[in-house]
């Protein structure tokens, strides 16, 4: 049997929390209904991925924040702030929605540990 790959880097392959080889997501923002390696159930209950929207959202505050604060010591317009806010979020949303749902299946997965399949 193989090790199971380390925690830093399968979670920025994206890959499942227990095993660490299966891919997380099916698609852009699709997910898989289960691990295709383990067969862990990746959504455990209805509503189980509102944490990672909350997650989504402070990360998001976190990335442009800055960036605004930014733009504004350097004098730019508000019509310009906001439009750099506007492209910059419409940007990084696919990439913030996955990640903060892969960083709560890993939180989640060290707060309560999980090993059975469906
Ligand atoms: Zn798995």
Not at 64 to 73: W, Y
Request: positive net charge; hydrophobic residues 55%.
């Amino acid at each position: 049997m193989q090790a199971r790959p380390a925690l830093f880097p399968a979670l920025l392959a994206q890959r499942c929390p227990v095993c660490r080889r299966g891919a997380i997501f099916s698609g852009w923002l699709a997910l898989h209904p289960a691990c295709p390696e383990c067969g862990l159930r990746f959504e455990r209950e209805s509503g189980y991925f509102l944490v990672a929207v909350l997650i989504g959202y402070m990360v998001g505050i976190v990335v442009l924040v800055p960036v605004c604060v930014m733009l504004f010591l350097q004098g730019a317009a508000v019509t310009t702030v906001l439009a750099v806010l506007c492209s910059t979020s419409l940007i990084l949303a696919p990439v913030i929605h996955r990640y903060a749902r892969v960083l709560w299946l890993y939180v989640d997965q060290q707060l309560h540990p999980r090993t059975e399949v469906s």
